[in-house]
């Protein structure tokens, strides 16, 4: 049973930082390419950052230069380090694994959810 399960979240100040985690169960981590997806109220989601299994990353403009993200694949887990928070980054924050050898395998975690107000 894969098992994808964020935490770290909550309200933070503008300028502020927070770090996601997720810790993945049920799949063999390090050949999935990760990634964090956020959802903000009445838009759809969007793809945040991701990290494949050589830890290639890629950022979404809105957060490059602010957010990082990396993984410990000794520890199953993928991290989000966030930084200069903007209120625009208030979201529901997901967690996914992705891996297509042939079939594609995609799954997700039940997300966390980010609040940046003063």
């Known amino acids: 049973q894969v098992q994808l399960v964020e935490s770290g979240g909550g309200l933070v100040q503008p300028g502020g930082s927070l770090r996601l985690s997720c810790a993945a169960s049920?799949?063999?981590?390090?050949?999935?390419?990760m990634g964090w997806y956020r959802q903000a109220p009445g838009k759809q989601r969007e793809l945040v950052a991701t990290i494949t299994s050589g830890e290639i990353t890629n950022y979404a403009d809105s957060v490059k230069g602010r957010f990082t993200i990396s993984r410990d694949n000794a520890k199953n887990t993928v991290f989000l380090q966030m930084s200069s928070l903007k209120p625009e980054d208030t979201a529901v924050y997901y967690c996914?694994?992705?891996?297509?050898?042939?079939?594609?395998?995609?799954?997700w975690g039940q997300g966390t959810q980010v609040t940046v107000s003063s």
């Open positions: 049920g799949i063999s981590f390090s050949i999935y390419t």
């Open positions: 996914n694994a992705y891996y297509r050898p042939g079939r594609t395998y995609d799954h």
